[in-house]
């Protein structure tokens, strides 16, 4: 599926410390495990996830409130 994908904190107002990825399903934003901000590049860049809500192609499952990624892949290109 395609979500949005980008840093919880900064962009999608969910609650934390520092900077982590997560993706919005359905309106809900979900933690992302198994994939790190930092894979991506520099996650404060300008079209970073900090600063910039990206398109991802994913799959996986939702597990105690986290999306467990088994395949992330960004799809747009900013």
Known sequence: MIV???CGQC???MAGN???????????????DKANIDAFGDAHSET???NAIRK???????VGGKFVASFF???DKK
């Open 18 to 32: 520092g900077c982590t990825l997560a993706v919005k399903i359905n309106g809900q934003s979900y933690f992302v």
């Open 48 to 50: 970073g996830f900090c």
């Open 73 to 75: 892949e960004l799809v």
């Open 4 to 6: 949005d994908a980008s």
């Open 11 to 13: 962009q999608f107002k």
């Open 56 to 62: 991802a192609k994913v799959q996986g499952e939702i």
